[in-house]
């Protein structure tokens, strides 16, 4: 048996026992895991978004849930008082952003500054909770306010 045979054998027999000391390792250590994640992605962001696409491709019911209850969301956040006016307001808002996006070659979100669906409070889908954001900046967000 060659060396690569042995160790790969070995590491089979010993797979749950190292399984159980790295969840021992990390649950004692979530800073050091949390942060070693967020370099990790920062530094491969090509691999990160291959993960991600990937993920999506093999969880369309997940995805599509999660982007239904936005969906849903959105329409129950915004007021049947607002004015025509308004309504353009916040499509201008998407168009800037669709044009800072292709103009400077970064994605560009409309960011609720009171999120939609935040833990303590809920804005509403109104123009004046709007702003154009880099997306990176929105992601890191998520739903805090």
């Known amino acids: 048996m060659c060396e690569a045979e042995r160790l790969k054998a070995k590491t089979q027999r010993n797979r749950d026992a190292r399984l159980a000391k790295a969840k021992q390792w990390r649950d ?7 942060e070693a994640v ?14 991600y696409r990937d993920w999506a491709n093999c969880n369309r019911g997940k995805v ?21 006016d308004d309504h353009w307001m916040i499509e201008q808002a998407y168009d800037i952003a669709a044009k800072r996006t292709k103009a400077q070659g970064i994605p560009y979100h409309v960011d609720h500054i009171v999120p939609l669906q935040g833990k303590t409070v809920s804005g509403l889908h109104v ?12 992601q890191q967000k998520s739903n805090r306010f």
């Open 127 to 138: 123009p004046w909770n709007l702003q154009v954001i880099p997306a990176k900046l929105n």
């Open 28 to 34: 004692a250590n979530k800073d050091k895991q949390a």
């Open 38 to 51: 967020k370099s990790w992605r920062e530094s491969n962001p090509e691999r990160t978004a291959l993960i």
């Open 64 to 84: 599509n849930a999660k982007w239904m209850k936005r969906d849903a969301a959105k329409k129950c956040r915004t007021p049947v008082w607002l004015s025509m």
